[in-house]
């Protein structure tokens, strides 16, 4: 698999991080729910395909390996919820937090590509710490 330098790895976290404090604060100090303009969410989309699809410092076959068992670990969870969520529909229940699980689950891309980056990222800072066998 052919995957982006990883200067492009160190950008899109950048900017990803500058966003969730933006989004973060500024709610708190306008006072007031703010409408962000839809290119910042096309940028928000491509730094985290970005983020996904660009090399770590040292890659090899162990991270290519937690790379496709987290992209693995994360479909069965997005299968369990969806499968929750159609039997909570066939059964008529219907609630706030219903509705935010099909939003999350069926309609919001940024949400399972979020989880696929912390997911992997958390495995590789956990498999980074640990002692190499001798």
Do not use: Q
Not at 63 to 78: D, K, P, Q, V
């Amino acid at each position: 698999m052919k995957l982006l330098p990883h200067a492009f790895n160190i950008a899109a976290y950048c900017w990803l991080l500058g966003w969730l404090i933006c989004r973060c604060t500024l709610p708190f100090l306008t006072h007031s729910n703010i409408n962000w303009p839809e290119w910042i969410i096309i940028i928000n989309c491509i730094a985290l395909f970005v983020a996904c699809f660009s090399r770590e410092r040292v890659e090899d076959e162990m991270i290519s390996s937690m790379r496709l068992s987290s992209i693995g670990i994360t479909a069965a969870i997005f299968l369990v919820l969806f499968t929750i969520l159609n039997v909570l529909n066939l059964t008529n229940i219907e609630g706030r937090a219903i509705e935010a699980i099909n939003y999350m689950v069926v309609e919001d891309i940024e949400v399972w590509i979020f989880f696929y980056l912390f997911l992997f990222k958390i495995r590789f800072l956990i498999n980074s710490r640990r002692p190499a066998d001798d």
